[in-house]
């Protein structure tokens, strides 16, 4: 059973510095083949894209996301588990939401489904990251 796991997230001022991790397991091996991705969701929107590694290693950012985002992928020491990192520079207030990590066992993602929620099955529970004074 795949496990999708999210951590890092909490409080932090405007101007502040975050990373929030993930960490996929459950399929043995056949993990380095699965497709990641990270997302958010303010309260009152509906989830969207931030960043996505596809199984090739290609990786698609959303238009909005600016060069403050940056993904980067691990695969565990024995290669049955591999970990998503999406770093946050320079934080604002509207950066504030759940972040979620999800993964999917499509190996190829285009640009036009890497960042649409439908393209992924597996989510982890979501982690709050706050930004303010």
């Known amino acids: 059973q795949i496990l999708v796991a999210e951590s890092g997230g909490g409080s932090v001022q405007p101007g502040g510095t975050l990373r929030v991790s993930c960490e996929v397991s459950g399929v043995g091996d056949a993990v380095r083949r699965y497709s990641f991705g990270w997302f958010r969701q303010a309260t009152g929107n509906e989830r969207e894209g931030i960043g996505v590694?596809?199984?090739?290693?290609?990786?698609?950012?959303?238009?909005s996301v600016t060069t403050r985002f940056t993904l980067s992928k691990v695969t565990g020491r024995e290669g049955d588990r591999m970990y998503l990192h999406l770093d946050i520079r320079n934080l604002r207030p509207d950066d504030t939401g759940v972040y979620y990590c999800a993964a999917t066992r499509q190996f190829s993602l285009t640009a036009d489904s890497a960042l649409t929620t439908n393209t992924f099955k597996y989510w982890g529970h979501g982690i709050q990251v706050t930004v303010s004074t």
């Open positions: 590694y596809d199984g090739i290693g290609r990786s698609y950012y959303a238009d």
